[in-house]
């Protein structure tokens, strides 16, 4: 798809990233969890107010991927301590890769991903890492296709509802010695 625009977001961008944050969630999970689970975790992680903390934390970074002015996806990463898990100084953490329904299957995704390629590269990053929850089948085939790997689980609320992600990891190897710099 051509005219993607992959731009960063930035703190006066909070009721856009909440627009679109909150749609995705829903379009991708909404029927497959309650309606009470549903509202619980929208309330609780993807208010206004947990965005602009998240958009001010030097250690995330969101971009928006956008045809025609329309908002159609996002991602977040994670850097160091503002890494959900893994906390790891030489690792990126991709925690959200969304995209409206309507643009799924038409390579936003991997602009998206390629953006985190990008920046884990910038940064001399050893590995990319995320959690996707186990019944997602269509994500998991995304990452592993990019070469992601299992490697652990750990346990993701949804409301009330405990839920298993699956951890991968994609080893950056071609990336030059940090020591011969």
């Known amino acids: ?7 960063k977001a930035t703190l006066e961008d909070t009721a856009r990233l909440q627009e679109i944050s909150r749609k995705t ?8 969890n309650t309606e009470q689970n549903m509202a619980r975790y929208l309330d609780e992680n993807l208010s206004f107010a947990k965005l602009s903390l998240e958009l001010e934390d030097d250690n995330s970074a969101f971009y928006f991927a956008s045809l025609d ?3 159609i996806g996002y991602i977040k990463l994670n850097f160091g301590a503002s890494q959900s898990d893994l906390r790891d100084p030489f690792a990126t953490e991709i925690e959200r890769i969304y995209i409206l329904k309507a643009y799924q299957g038409k390579n936003i995704g991997q602009l ?11 940064n ?12 997602n089948k269509a ?3 995304f990452y592993e296709r990019n070469g ?3 490697f652990d689980t750990h346990l993701f609320m ?7 992600d699956i951890l991968m990891k994609l080893q950056l190897t071609d990336l030059p010695n940090r020591n011969n710099k």
């Open 112 to 122: 998206l991903f390629e953006k985190a390629l990008e920046i884990a590269r910038k």
């Open 158 to 164: 949804l409301g009330n509802d405990e839920q298993t």
């Open 139 to 141: 994500a998991i085939r």
């Open 124 to 135: 001399c990053h050893q590995y990319i890492w995320l959690g996707v929850w186990e019944e």
């Open 1 to 7: 798809m051509k005219n993607i625009q992959i731009e």
């Open 148 to 150: 992601f790997v299992a």
């Open 25 to 32: 969630f829903k379009e991708a999970f909404a029927a497959v």
């Open 69 to 71: 002015n329309k908002t």
